[in-house]
């Protein structure tokens, strides 16, 4: 069965949501929890803010994999790089090259916009094998991961 791939601007809500209702089947290891899709405003601003960088490959209307980065403007070297926030691919869908072609759509979009740097957090065994297969490298040292909520 054959896909297409977009990415996600304003007008593709639907799209959006349904990706966030079915976010469980995206994940390898079942440990994401649903999550609630966004309100009509918080999601148009989403998709407006260029910024983000969200593709989906779909099949008629259904959303098959997902790539979620983010543009981070930086004061220095190239002025700005991307953090792969997110891939997933749909259970049924998975080795079937759809995680490749989201990486591919991604790299054409760096190329075409001058940015030559994307980092990305990798946290299993799986993960770290899909993005060295796609040139990914891990740094020689590797910080700590913190966070705080307000």
Not at 125 to 150: C, K, N, T, W
Request: with cysteine.
């Amino acid at each position: 069965m054959s896909y297409q791939i977009k990415r996600l601007g304003s007008g593709d809500e639907a799209m959006l949501t349904q990706y966030i209702r079915d976010i469980v089947d995206f994940d390898l290891d079942h440990d994401d929890k649903p999550k609630r899709p966004l309100a009509a405003a918080a999601a148009q601003r989403y998709l407006a803010n260029p910024a983000v960088l969200h593709w989906v490959a779909y099949t008629d209307d259904t959303v098959i994999g997902s790539l979620y980065c983010a543009v981070l403007p930086l004061p220095a070297d190239d002025g700005q790089e991307l953090v792969l926030y997110e891939i997933g691919v749909r259970s049924a869908w998975r080795r079937k090259g759809v995680g490749r072609a989201l990486l591919d759509e991604m790299d054409r979009w760096m190329r075409d916009n001058g940015v030559g740097y994307v980092w990305v957090l990798a946290d299993n065994d799986d993960a770290i094998a899909f993005y060295q297969s796609g040139g990914f490298e891990a740094e020689d040292e590797q910080p700590v991961y913190m966070a705080r909520e307000l």
